[in-house]
């Protein structure tokens, strides 16, 4: 296991948001769903990437809050740009959102 020092962690932004949109990612290399994810007021929309697609399908995914780092840096795939990175748990019948268990406002940080 690797140690990180408390100071990394803070420097991580990781909010609640809502899952506004999602569609299927017909150029990607592996199966994944384009999602457009509602942060709240302060940060507004950002768009992610997610190989989430075992799991979960694209109309159950409307309205649900997940759990993201909004800080990362943008990331280009295929031609798609992933504005953040949605968390999950590598489970062995696919990837498992991290979601709060009951509901939080858009754009509040976890921590």
């Known amino acids: 296991m690797k140690y990180v020092k408390y100071e990394q962690l803070v420097d991580i932004d990781i909010r609640v948001g809502a899952i506004l949109s999602a569609e299927t990612f ?38 649900k809050q997940v759990v993201a780092v909004i800080n990362f840096p943008k990331r280009q795939i295929a031609n798609f740009m992933s504005e953040c990175l949605v968390l999950g748990i590598y489970h062995e019948r696919g990837v498992v959102l991290l979601r709060p268990d009951k509901q939080c406002m858009n754009g509040e940080k976890v921590g």
Do not use: W
């Not at 509602?38 to 997610?50: H, P, R, T």
């Open 26 to 63: 017909e150029k990607a290399i592996k199966p994944a769903y384009k999602l457009v994810i509602d942060f709240g007021e302060e940060i507004g929309e950002l768009k992610s990437s997610a190989q989430i697609t075992e799991q979960y399908r694209v109309n159950d995914l409307i309205n």
